[in-house]
Nanobody, 124 residues
Framework: QVQLVESGGGLVQARGSLNLSCAGS????????MAWFRQAPGKEREFVAAINWNGGRTDYSDSVKGRFTISRDNAKNTVYLQMNSLKSEDTAVYYC?????????????????WGQGTQVTVSS
């Protein structure tokens, strides 16, 4: 069973940068699609970015495209989210997620393993 632990959140000023990490355990991590979602106070959880098992395919929400980059290092069982040019509207709890179906890639759906989340706060 894959388990996920996020880190790297914090307080940053607008136009600043943060790099989130998601460390996974389990033998199948490198074969799973991974994604980042976020949930702001009073709002529903929303898709941010996704990456397939080998990093060859990615997908981004329109709100972060061009500012955020998702990547992975399967040797380290870790997925990253580099966030640049942060805006106050990026403030949210960021969650890492995995699709336990080996080899699948439906970027915005189908995630059934979740981390506990990490808070990102962007001050204007």
């Amino acid at each position: 069973q894959v388990q996920l632990v996020e880190s790297g959140g914090g307080l940053v000023q607008a136009r600043g940068s943060l790099n989130l990490s998601c460390a996974g355990s389990g033998r199948t991590f490198s074969a799973l699609a991974m994604a980042w979602f976020r949930q702001a106070p009073g709002k529903e959880r929303e898709f941010v970015a996704a990456i397939n098992w080998n990093g060859g395919r990615t997908d981004y929400s329109d709100s972060v495209k061009g500012r955020f980059t998702i990547s992975r290092d399967n040797a380290k069982n870790t997925v990253y989210l580099q966030m640049n040019s942060l805006k106050s509207e990026d403030t949210a709890v960021y969650y890492c997620a995995a699709d336990r179906t080996i080899g699948a890639f439906t970027p915005r759906y189908g995630y059934d393993i979740w981390g506990q989340g990490t808070q990102v706060t962007v001050s204007s």
